[in-house]
């Protein structure tokens, strides 16, 4: 059996997500100071998106762990974690995966941008409400990247790419071939 090695990837692909990265990061830690500036409160779309300055949160998601003392060494812990496994992701994927590799650095742009407020701050800021079906959440920028993100990663593992469980595209569907093709080649060889 052939001794298999981490190769890293990093190409074209890999250069435009860091400036997605970059650029999103700066677009929420911008917003997020001039959201303290300038006292930001107006109406986005009636009943729906609401801007309202001042919000601050010491938990994460839902203020989960807020009341906790323990909870923004956790969370600083974790995002730390979660950021340097998805750097890692990042770098073992083949240039190929562009989708995956934008998603991440949406993630981590998210994840970074969070992680800035908790070590500089202590909290979160948080600024736009968004009514959802059964209850309202105020978030921020970073929260948004990460929630799209993480929805295009979804997307790319469930349609898009070659490991994709219900592959649409022409890439997925020739992969999932291929596998399938070395499968019946690998049985007929144990029956010979």
């Given at each position: ?7 890293l ?14 650029v ?5 830690l ?9 006292s930001w409160n107006?109406v986005?779309?009636?009943n729906?998106?609401?801007v ?5 949160n010491?938990?994460?998601a839902f ?12 969370l ?15 770098v ?6 562009v989708v ?8 981590v742009?998210?994840?970074?941008g969070?992680?800035?407020?908790r ?17 309202s959440?105020c ?8 929630v799209?993100g993480?929805i295009?990663a ?17 890439t997925?569907?020739?992969a ?14 144990q029956?010979?």
């Amino acid at each position: 059996m052939a001794d298999k090695k981490l190769k890293l990837h990093f190409g074209k692909v890999s250069i435009i997500a860091l400036v997605v990265f970059a650029v999103l990061l700066a677009v929420d830690l911008i917003l997020k100071h001039f959201e303290v500036e300038d006292s930001w409160n107006f109406v986005v779309i009636k009943n729906f998106i609401w801007v309202e300055s001042g919000h601050r949160n010491t938990g994460s998601a839902f203020s989960l762990f807020a009341d906790k003392v323990w909870g923004r060494i956790f969370l600083v812990t974790l995002s730390v974690i979660l950021i340097c496994a998805l750097c890692a992701a990042f770098v073992l994927l083949p240039e190929r995966f562009v989708v995956l590799k934008i998603a991440i650095a949406m993630i981590v742009s998210g994840a970074f941008g969070n992680l800035v407020d908790r070590l500089i701050f202590g909290y979160v800021r948080d600024f736009v409400w968004v009514n959802m079906l059964f209850t309202s959440a105020c978030c921020n920028f970073a929260d948004f990247f990460i929630v799209f993100g993480t929805i295009a990663a979804i997307a790319d593992f469930l349609f898009l790419n070659e490991w994709a469980f219900i592959p649409l595209t022409r890439t997925a569907k020739e992969a999932r071939e291929r596998e399938k093709q070395r499968e019946n080649e690998e049985k007929d060889g144990q029956n010979d």
